[in-house]
Structures are given as structure tokens and as C-alpha cells.
């Protein structure tokens, strides 16, 4: 787990014990109450949009006939890369959806980001349009589905552990 938190450094300093023990990093943003939560937020824009894109790619691939595999070992070992794209397009690649990380976690944190975005009059058009991704993903029925499984709004391909885009 990582911690993204705001406070004094004496509160930091007296919880460092706890926070080191809960923890594998520990990130004191600054002495501002909240800018924790922004970094939260900002990172969780980041997270949504690399898996949401990755999605995109692979769906693209499938469309086009390219072996999956073949585009995730590319991908993987490329500058088009991401932390995201390598743990969860190869759930992708796998079949497997089953559940380490969810659809509606990302309805969740991409909604924050967006209400962040607006709360800030900020425009936002990435994570908005990631937001609807796995919003639409949802409503499909795959909220309780690994994250990865917002490859499913795609229409038209054929992923690996089915016959066809319909289930």
C-alpha cells in the first residue's frame, strides 16, 4: 500500500512508526490538510485513463486480427508501456476478469476525478471520457469484474476466452 497524506511534519515524524508498518511508501505531500486526497485523485486520473487506453489498443488489435499476445509482448517491452497496461492487459490476454481490482472501483475513483475537475472548473477530457468507459462497462454488467474487463464495451471483437463479443 501506498499513503499519499498532508500534515505537519511533527504529526509525520510521531506517526511514522504506524505509517511505516501499514505502508510500503509513505508520501508527505505538504503541511496542507487535502492535498493527499488531490494526489489521490490525480493519480487515480492517471490509473483509470492507462487501463481505459490500453483497452482501446487491445481492442484494436482484436478488431485488426493482431494475436493479443503478440501486441502485449510489443507493448511490454516499448515505449507505449505503462505499469497498467502491463498487469492488466495481460488479464486480458489471459481471459481472466476475475475480480483484483473492479470496473466500479474505477466508476468510483474516475467520478471523483471528474467531480475534482469540475469542482476546480477544470476540464478534464481524458478522465472523462475513461469515466464513460467504465461507466458503460457497468451498465453492461461487468461492474464486478476485474477493471480490464471495460475491454468489453468495445463492440465487434473477439477476445481470448470466448467465441464473440456477445456472452
Request: net charge negative.
Amino acid at each position: 500500500m501506498t499513503v499519499m497524506a498532508a500534515g505537519r511534519e511533527e504529526a509525520f515524524e510521531r506517526l511514522a512508526p504506524v505509517l511505516d508498518a501499514v505502508a510500503e511508501r509513505v508520501f508527505r505531500i505538504s503541511d496542507r490538510v487535502g492535498d493527499g486526497a488531490a494526489v489521490k485523485v490525480i493519480h487515480q486520473l492517471l490509473a483509470g485513463v492507462h487501463i481505459a487506453a490500453g483497452a482501446e489498443a487491445m481492442a484494436l488489435a482484436a478488431r485488426a486480427g493482431i494475436p493479443l499476445d503478440t501486441v502485449y509482448e510489443v507493448v511490454t517491452n516499448a515505449a507505449g508501456n505503462s505499469w497498467m497496461f502491463e498487469n492488466r492487459m495481460r488479464h486480458v490476454v489471459d481471459g481472466d476478469y476475475t475480480p483484483r481490482s473492479m470496473v466500479d472501483i474505477f466508476v468510483k475513483d474516475l467520478g471523483l476525478v471528474t467531480d475534482t475537475g469540475r469542482a476546480l472548473k477544470f476540464p478534464l477530457p481524458l478522465a472523462s471520457t475513461a469515466y464513460t468507459m467504465f461507466a458503460s462497462a457497468s451498465t453492461a454488467g461487468y461492474g464486478q469484474w476485474d477493471d480490464s474487463a471495460v475491454i468489453k464495451v468495445f463492440p465487434g471483437i473477439t477476445l481470448p476466452g470466448q467465441g464473440s463479443e456477445k456472452e
